[in-house]
């Protein structure tokens, strides 16, 4: 898993009024295609069948081509969507490693 500056960013970007299928970029870190959702105008489209996903791996950022063309008058939504989860259980008195904490940032 790649490690990222955590950084103070909007995960919400929207495009109006641009036709074509992309690629729209988004500039926020995501760790997988799944991270992200994506809507046109107020549908929800799904990954792969409607969109595909290219992330840049040093930066994490990347961008989104559509499967179809949005047309002039369509909003293009992209926001961050990964799951909120915690991955370790830190005990009382044990281990509290860097490594562990930077696991649970990302």
């Given amino acids: ?8 960013v ?7 009024g641009s036709a074509g299928t992309g690629p729209y970029a988004f500039t926020f870190p995501i760790l997988a295609q799944t991270d992200i959702a994506v809507f046109k ?7 792969t069948a409607d969109y595909t996903v290219t992330i840049n791996a040093s930066t994490g950022t990347g961008s989104v081509t559509l ?6 008058d369509n909003t293009i939504t ?13 005990v009382t008195a044990g281990d509290l490693l860097a490594s562990s904490l930077n696991t649970e940032l990302d």
Avoid: H, N, P, Q
Avoid at 41 to 47: A, F, I, M, Q
Avoid at 67 to 72: E, G, I
């Fill in 10 to 16: 909007d995960r919400r970007v929207v495009f109006s």
């Fill in 67 to 72: 499967a179809s063309a949005a047309s002039a």
């Fill in 1 to 8: 898993m790649a490690d990222y500056s955590i950084t103070a």
């Fill in 78 to 90: 992209i926001t961050g969507a990964r799951s909120i989860e915690r991955t370790t259980d830190f």
């Fill in 41 to 47: 105008d107020s549908t929800k489209l799904t990954l």
